[in-house]
């Protein structure tokens, strides 16, 4: 536990973390992957080059020294991330390197001002959180690994189908090398895949590239658990820099070949509740509302609960992902979508157009009884959970899911 003298010390740091932003944390990667180049294989690279993941660590540490003595302002960011963590294999050594590359990190970029009892205190600090990761991990880790059809650390699996679900989306269904059984999930969570989107690449030499880090990417998981395999629905990254993994997984792996995947994971679900349900989402944000709306579907048929509200926007009607499944629900009186598109469509006469404008339908909707459920870019979702505030609906009965490195609004 942390005495009152080093949580004082901690915080008298927060200035100089302020002032350096993430430079602090760039630094910080850049001096761990030079020393522990094997990290690589862990972090997500991607987000590395693009400064992501170094502003939600400096975020992160930032939100740490401010609350260090009122840590249950912290229990929902601790949830968040350990669950990323048990999707990416992280381990206790993991901390102890994290950790040293820290503190050394302080001491360069601030050297004046992180005298000896400043850097005591860190190192206490960090110890203390560190153990709060460690010993949630260390619980998800054995829920999962004791569960039925569970397993600790990575499972081999093997693509059995690959399916064109839009213009930009491909859903990849794996089943376990091994034949045995797989644990279950909670409807919107995610699963941790683990590639080597170089493995086989040849130079024009004919001589294989130098060799390259693996990557692990999470995906939400897009239909109800069925206790033998895993969908995942991924969009073809092409703006910027193509995605460096969602391509590999559109056009390089093929059916047969074999990735790892770390037991399913993540703090965004569906909540077992009596309340009408509306889902929404935006782009491929409608993968873990996939997932959520099968399960629901199942139970409609099985316990007689209301139709599910559903409401979705993405640019047109060709990168509508499961549009035909969505159809087919909804003709069976299972289902009450409102779909916006940003272009319009031929024979999109059901369709609105434009951005998705909730006080528009506000009418069909139950605002006052029902839980959402929003996923999709993080300024959609802003938009979306503003809409819902200003029309009434309880902070509480919105839940949301967020796409990169702990993001949050």
Request: aromatic content about 12%.
């Given at each position: 536990m942390l005495t009152n003298e080093q949580i004082q010390l901690v915080k008298s740091t927060i200035?100089?973390?302020?002032?350096?932003g993430p430079a602090i944390t760039e630094h910080f990667y850049q001096r761990m992957f030079k020393h522990n180049p094997e990290l690589q294989h862990i972090f997500n690279m991607s987000n590395q080059k693009s400064g992501r993941q170094s502003f939600a660590l400096f975020s992160a540490i930032a939100a740490y020294a401010h609350h260090l003595d009122d840590l249950e302002n912290l229990l929902a960011m601790v949830e968040r991330i350990a669950h990323k963590h048990t999707s990416m294999n992280i381990k206790p050594e993991h901390y102890d390197i994290v950790g040293h590359h820290l503190i050394e990190t302080l001491r360069e970029l601030a050297t004046e001002q992180f005298t000896p009892e400043i850097e005591a205190a860190w190192v206490a600090a960090y110890q203390q959180l560190a153990g709060v990761?460690?010993?949630?991990?260390?619980?998800?880790?054995?829920?999962?690994?004791?569960?039925?059809?569970?397993?600790?650390?990575?499972?081999?699996?093997?693509?059995?189908?690959?399916?064109?679900?839009s213009e930009l989306v491909k859903s990849l269904v794996f089943e376990p090398v091994d034949g045995k059984p797989v644990i279950g999930y909670q409807p919107g969570q995610y699963i941790g895949i683990e590639v080597d989107p170089n493995k086989g690449i040849q130079t024009a030499a004919g001589e294989k590239g130098e060799e390259t880090y693996r990557e692990i990417r999470q995906y939400s998981l897009s239909d109800k658990p069925n206790g033998e395999t895993y969908r995942i629905s991924v969009k073809r990254e092409i703006l910027g820099k193509p995605g460096v993994v969602s391509n590999y997984l559109h056009d390089g792996l093929r059916l047969g070949e074999e990735v790892t995947l770390y037991a399913p994971a993540g703090d965004f679900h569906l909540k077992s509740t009596n309340s009408p349900v509306v889902l929404v989402s935006a782009g491929v944000g409608l993968t873990p509302m996939q997932s959520m709306l099968e399960t629901l579907v199942a139970?409609?048929?099985?316990?007689?609960?209301?139709?599910?509200?559903?409401?979705?926007?993405?640019?047109?009607?060709?990168?509508?992902?499961?549009?035909?499944r969505l159809s087919e629900l909804e003709q069976q009186g299972k289902v009450k979508?409102?779909?916006?598109?940003?272009?319009?469509?031929?024979?999109?006469?059901?369709?609105?157009?434009?951005?998705m404008d909730i006080a528009a339908v506000?009418?069909?909707?139950?605002?006052?009884?029902?839980?959402?459920?929003?996923?999709g870019p993080v300024a959609f979702m802003q938009f979306a959970k503003q809409q819902l505030v200003l029309l009434g609906v309880n902070t509480d009965r919105i839940h949301y899911e967020v796409f990169g490195p702990h993001e949050s609004f």
């Open positions: 200035p100089i973390l302020e002032a350096g990761f460690i010993n949630k991990e260390a619980g998800l880790y054995e829920e999962r690994g004791n569960a039925a059809g569970g397993w600790k650390d990575g499972r081999a699996f093997v693509l059995v189908e690959k399916r064109i679900e139970e409609i048929e099985t316990e007689g609960k209301d139709n599910i509200h559903y409401l979705h926007a993405c640019e047109t009607p060709a990168q509508h992902s499961f549009k035909k979508p409102l779909i916006w598109y940003k272009s319009e469509g031929q024979n999109e006469t059901k369709a609105r157009h434009g951005f506000e009418d069909q909707l139950p605002l006052a009884l029902a839980d959402f459920y929003l996923c």
